[in-house]
């Protein structure tokens, strides 16, 4: 079968009309930093490495 006509969801995702919904991946709990501003990620929780690992993988599910 073709790419193109995949049933499964990651490629009816990849050929568009959707919209996806998901939280962010681990983060470094207990790990906050001080003076949080939403406007500046460096104060704001980040990813552990683990949850780094997780968005690459869901960034290249998406993309190939």
Avoid: W
């Avoid at 929780?45 to 968005?55: D, F, P, T, Y």
Wanted: proline content about 3%.
């Amino acid at each position: 079968m073709s790419e193109d006509k995949d049933p499964s969801v990651i490629n009816e995702i990849r050929n568009g009309g959707y919209i996806l919904y998901m939280r962010h991946g681990e983060v470094t709990v207990g790990q906050d930093r001080p003076n949080v501003s939403f406007n500046d990620c460096r104060t704001q929780r980040n990813l552990s490495e683990e949850g780094k690992k997780q968005a690459q993988t869901i960034g290249q599910l998406l993309t190939n």
